[in-house]
C-alpha cells in the first residue's frame, strides 16, 4: 500500500495506518477494534484491511477486487451497521451464520461491524453470539469492529480484539488530507468563502464532514440549510415550524437516498456474477431478510440525518455562546460570524447555553426506537426560537415544571 494510493483519512491518521499495517503483515488481524469517531478514518481503515485481506494481489493494486471492496460491494465483504441506535440481535445472528459458511469468491472473509459498543450488556444475547464467532470462526474470517465509544465495547469482545485508536484529526492534517483529495485554496474559497484552515475548523476533527463542506455536496448543503433556518427563526423571520420542515424534510429525503442505495449495490453485486451464482445469492439475500436490511439502513440514514442536523444547530450555537462571551476568536464557523454575534448581542446570547441543553436533549430523546420525531423537531425548533427572541428565560427539563412567562405554551399539542 502506497501512500498515492491510500485514502485520505489515513494519510491524516499516519499512526494508526502503520500500527494497522504492522498487524495484517504479521498475521495478527484476526480481531481489530478501530476506535474513534466515525468521520477520523476507522471505516477507510476497515475498507484497507478487507482489500488486504480479499484482494488476490494483497490489496496493493487496485484491481477489480479492491474496487469492489471500496464500494462495499463485495459478496465476501459483509458490512453490518446499525439500525438507528443500535445493532440488532439478528444483525449479529446473520454475521454468525456468514462466517459458518465457505467464501463466494475470495479464500476468506471479512466482517466489518459498525457502532460495535451498542451492542450492550441487556442485550447479551447479541454480544455472546459475536463472542462465539470470534472465538471459533469456521474458515479464515477477519473482524474488524468499529466502536465511537471502544470503552462501552463488551469486555469480553474486547478483550479479544486488537485495538487501534484513530484520534479526531487535528486541523493541520486536515488541511493536508484535504489537499492529498486534490483540494486547492482557490477552489476551496471559490465553493465555500472559507480557506482551507476554515474548513477544517468547521470539520471540528472530522475528515468525512471537512470534504463535504469543501465539496460543497450534502454536509455543506447542510449545514447551510440549517444555519439560514436557525437564524431566520432566531429573528423571527420565520415560523419555528419553517426550521422542524427543513430538518424532517432533511431526513425523509435521507431515507429515500438510502433505500435506492441499497438497490443499486445489491445489482451492483450480481452484475460479476455468472447466472447460476447470481440466483443462489439472490436466494440467500432473501433468506436473510434482505428487506428488512433495506428498511433498517433507510431508519438508520433517517435518524443518521436527523442528528447531523441537530450537530449543526448546536455548532451555531456555540458560537452565539462564543460571542456572547467576548470570545469570537472561537467560533467554528467564521463565516457565519455576523450572524452569530448578532444573536449574541440580542436576549439570545445568554440563553445559549440553554439553547445547547434542548439540542442535547432533543439528540437523546431521538436516539430511542420509539421516538415521535415531529414531535421532537417541532418542540425543539420552538423552544430555540423562544430562547433566541427572549420570550423564555431558561428551558424546560423532563421532569420539571416549565419556567416560560405566563400565558406562553411551548407545548406543540
Ligand atoms: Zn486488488
Redesign the pocket.
Known amino acids: 500500500m502506497t501512500a498515492d494510493v491510500l485514502d485520505s483519512a489515513l494519510v491524516a491518521q499516519p499512526r494508526a495506518l502503520r500500527t494497522l499495517e504492522r498487524l495484517v503483515e504479521e498475521g495478527r488481524a484476526h480481531a481489530l477494534l478501530l476506535s474513534g469517531r466515525a468521520g477520523s478514518g476507522p471505516a477507510a481503515a476497515a475498507a484497507v484491511v478487507a482489500?488486504r485481506v480479499?484482494?488476490?494481489?494483497?490489496?496493493?493494486?487496485?484491481?477489480?477486487?479492491?474496487?469492489r471492496?471500496a464500494r462495499r460491494v463485495h459478496p465476501d465483504l459483509h458490512w453490518v451497521a446499525p439500525e438507528g441506535g443500535s445493532l440488532a440481535i439478528d444483525q449479529v445472528r446473520r454475521v454468525v451464520d456468514v462466517v459458518t459458511r465457505m467464501p463466494f469468491e475470495a479464500d476468506a472473509q471479512v466482517v466489518v461491524i459498525e457502532s460495535a459498543d451498542t451492542l450492550s450488556s441487556d442485550n447479551a444475547d447479541a454480544g455472546n453470539s459475536l463472542l462465539k464467532a470470534l472465538e471459533e470462526p469456521a474458515g479464515r474470517v477477519v473482524f474488524v469492529l468499529l466502536a465511537e465509544r471502544p470503552a462501552r465495547v463488551l469486555p469480553t469482545i474486547r478483550s479479544r480484539a486488537i485495538e487501534v485508536a484513530f484520534h479526531p484529526i487535528p486541523d493541520h492534517l486536515l488541511v493536508e488530507a484535504l489537499r492529498h483529495d486534490g483540494l486547492d485554496e482557490a477552489t476551496a474559497a471559490a465553493a465555500t468563502g472559507l480557506d482551507l484552515a476554515g474548513i477544517a475548523r468547521a470539520a471540528r476533527g472530522d475528515l468525512q464532514r471537512a470534504r463535504s463542506i469543501a465539496a460543497g455536496d450534502a454536509d455543506a448543503q447542510r449545514r447551510g440549510d440549517m444555519f439560514t433556518a436557525m437564524y431566520a427563526i432566531a429573528t423571527s423571520a420565520n415560523a419555528p415550524s419553517f426550521l422542524a420542515e427543513r430538518v424532517l424534510s432533511r431526513a425523509s429525503a435521507a431515507s429515500e437516498v438510502a433505500t435506492r442505495a441499497a438497490t443499486i449495490e445489491f445489482e451492483a453485486m450480481l452484475e460479476h456474477m455468472d447466472a447460476a451464482a447470481a440466483r443462489s445469492f439472490k436466494a440467500k439475500s432473501n433468506d436473510d431478510g434482505m428487506e428488512k436490511r433495506t428498511a433498517r439502513r433507510a431508519r438508520k440514514a433517517r435518524v443518521g440525518e436527523l442528528r447531523a442536523c441537530l450537530d449543526d444547530l448546536a455548532s451555531w450555537w456555540r458560537d452565539v455562546l462564543a460571542a456572547s462571551v467576548g470570545a469570537p476568536d472561537a467560533t467554528t464557523n467564521s463565516d457565519r460570524l455576523a450572524q452569530t454575534q448578532l444573536v449574541a448581542d440580542g436576549p439570545g446570547g445568554s440563553r445559549a447555553v440553554a439553547a445547547l441543553d434542548a439540542i442535547d436533549e432533543a439528540a437523546a430523546r431521538l436516539q430511542l426506537n420509539n421516538a415521535d420525531e415531529p414531535v421532537t423537531i417541532g418542540a425543539l425548533a420552538a423552544e430555540l426560537a423562544a430562547l433566541a427572541g427572549g420570550r423564555i428565560r431558561a428551558r424546560r427539563t423532563l421532569g420539571a415544571p416549565a419556567r416560560t412567562p405566563a400565558g406562553y405554551d411551548l407545548s406543540l399539542g
Open positions: 482489500q480479499l484482494c488476490p494481489n494483497g490489496g496493493r493494486d487496485g484491481c477489480d477486487v479492491c474496487a471492496v
